[in-house]
């Protein structure tokens, strides 16, 4: 069994069906990345992965590292092992890095049944997880997010993941709006976190960042559906041809 197992999911968001029976498998040590035009589903996809509550499972299951957690809340999922950096990261003013860090690192040993981190060590894992990214240290006395730039939101983003080492990360579209710096930075990051202990599911629409992270497989969404699987040469191919031609074959294949 998958890490990471989703069978005929079917979600809907107030009313609308927006996964239509989706099918996926990831398994730590495993680089996946999710393509497909606007709207056809992916970040839907990611939030019904971490069991965003504005969203309704209808049909199918999400199981998590054997579990069956279709039915449970996000702290849940995290605390099994779950990571997802948002496509839209919010900000939480009141909040500084270094205390939400501390929250988030916290909270992932209570799940393991291990203490409280010593103040010490959380100062030593920040410092070389902030360095990795190349977060400047006065980031740590800021509030989250607030006021970030695009790019400062999604090195965040890769920082946490950094700390708190999850089983399973979902990454949506963490290359979008990043400087070729910048995103040779969070990929860097990545290539660095992602190994057996790990799997990831990228989520973008460019294979810039998909030449610096390597992936595995390659899935295509389109209209709340995986349509086409394969390697690597998926995205050059898609790069190329663009999406339309998928849309035919499925409309070709339904026909
Ligand atoms: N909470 C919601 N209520 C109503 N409709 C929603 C909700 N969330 C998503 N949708 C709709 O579901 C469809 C899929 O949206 P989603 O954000 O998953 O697409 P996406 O593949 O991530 O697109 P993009 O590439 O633009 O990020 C869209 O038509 C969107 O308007
Ligand atoms: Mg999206």
């Known amino acids: 069994m998958a890490d990471l197992e989703i069978r005929n999911l079917h979600v809907s968001a107030e009313d609308k069906q927006i996964l239509k029976g989706l099918d996926l498998d990831v398994s730590k040590g495993e680089v996946h990345a999710l393509m497909g035009p606007n709207g056809s589903g992916k970040s839907t996809l990611a939030n019904a992965i971490m069991g965003h509550p504005s969203l309704e499972v209808t049909e199918g299951e999400v199981h998590l590292l054997g579990e069956d957690v279709t039915e449970t809340a996000p702290e849940e999922r995290a605390r099994a092992g779950l990571f997802m950096a ?37 100062r030593k894992v920040t410092e070389a997880a902030m360095e990795l990214m190349d977060i400047p240290r006065e980031f740590s006395s800021r509030y989250l997010n607030d006021g970030f730039s695009g790019g400062e939101k999604k090195r965040m983003e890769i920082l946490q993941l950094a700390m708190l080492q999850p089983q399973l990360a979902v990454l949506d579209e963490t290359d979008s709006g990043l400087d070729i710096d910048a995103l040779r930075t969070v990929a860097e990051g990545v290539n660095r976190l992602a190994g057996p202990q790990m799997g990831v599911l990228i989520i973008t629409h460019y294979q810039r960042i998909l030449h610096l992270v390597k992936p595995d497989f390659v899935h295509v969404m389109y209209e709340g559906r995986i349509v086409k ?27």
């Open 86 to 122: 948002f496509q839209y990261p919010v900000a939480i003013p009141g909040v500084t890095v270094a205390k939400y860090l501390r929250m988030a690192v916290n909270a992932h040993r209570e799940a393991r049944g291990e203490s409280e981190i010593k103040l010490k060590e959380f």
């Open 229 to 255: 699987q394969g390697g690597p040469e998926l995205v050059e191919l898609l790069e190329e041809r663009g999406y339309g031609w998928i849309g035919e074959e499925v409309e070709a294949a339904a026909a």
